[in-house]
């Protein structure tokens, strides 16, 4: 499986952006996806996930009622919606797949193993 994470840009505070996570490969839906973010010098950071089918989401509390996961395995794509953006919410946000789904995130990404990450995607936001 290879990702690509898409949709990143610089929006002004309180904007909206659109992450997406497109999958190339077989058996999609046999894969968990988690969203990270990382800024210069931090440790990567949870965002959400989503479970093989969609039905089970988990979010960091940083962005719980802003942020909405969803996915479609139809077409192979995980969308990351981001309202009420802050710019704390700066960083590059990384998608990630795992053949197991764990529950009751926040985790780290050296916590479980996650078997494909996309390449990362910019978010600026600015105030």
């Known amino acids: 499986v290879q990702l690509q994470a898409s949709g990143g840009g610089l929006v002004q505070a309180g904007g909206s952006l659109r992450l997406s996570c497109a999958a190339s490969g077989h058996a999609f839906s046999s894969y968990a996806i988690h969203w990270f973010r990382q800024v210069p010098e931090k440790e990567r950071e949870f965002v959400a996930s989503?479970?093989?089918?969609?039905?089970?989401?988990s979010y960091a509390d940083s962005v719980k009622g802003r942020f909405t996961l969803s996915r479609d395995n139809a077409k192979n794509t995980v969308s990351l919606q981001m309202s009420s953006l802050q710019p704390e919410d700066t960083a590059v946000y990384y998608c990630?797949?795992?053949?197991?789904?764990?529950?009751?995130?926040?985790?780290?990404?050296?916590?479980?193993?996650?078997?494909?990450w996309g390449q990362g995607t910019q978010v600026t936001v600015s105030s």
């Open positions: 990630a797949a795992s053949i197991l789904y764990y529950r009751g995130g926040p985790y780290s990404h050296t916590d479980y193993p996650f078997e494909y």
């Open positions: 989503i479970d093989y089918g969609g039905e089970s989401r």
